[in-house]
């Protein structure tokens, strides 16, 4: 298929035209070293917004993260439609919007600023997406909302103690049930809890919960 303008795109998804399967082809066929601005055209995204004041200490700015580094979380983690995506530190919406689009899977985002929580919000009722949700908040206080989760992102939103703390209130989660911890660009410390499964991209670690059992349909790596 040849590449659609991103217009015509969008009136896809807003006409709920546009399945994972035909996003997933669309967004194929567009060259890699485009496919950033693409998808800011796409979901109406103009520049990077500015942080405000509500961005605490260990806290990165807002930055958005790679498409490319995206499409291969969905593929290794993998994420699927039975899955529930959560992105911590979620900014305006763009990873958790892209891989609810890539996949079909409900996503939510978990942003402490309260302008991009807005922003986010906005997107999600722009595109009509209802499967997007955001929960304004520090990631490290706020695990009941992001108890569902099955995938968690992880792109260097933040450092030091409050980093230590999302993963200590993460831990309950993969004694129950099998959970990936997907890190761009964030390097773990051991974690007696996850298992190293997918090491071989510079910027991308994927970690597969200990101690649940697995679903069958969860490849571990060889």
Known sequence: MSALQPAAVRALIENNRCSPALFCELIGGIPASERDAWVDLLLGLDGIPEDGPELPRQCVPYLPCAVDA??????HAPVGSADVFVDV???VGRAAALVHLLTGAPAIGVEVQPALVSASRALAVRLRLPGLSFVQGDAADVIPRMAAGSVFLLYCPFSGDRLT????NVEPLARARPIRVCCVDLPLAPCRWLDLALPRFQDLSIYRSIGAPRPADVVTST
């Not at 703390?165 to 200590?168: E, G």
């Open 70 to 75: 995206l499409l291969r979380v969905v593929e």
């Open 89 to 91: 530190g979620s900014g």
């Open 165 to 168: 703390r999302l993963l200590a």
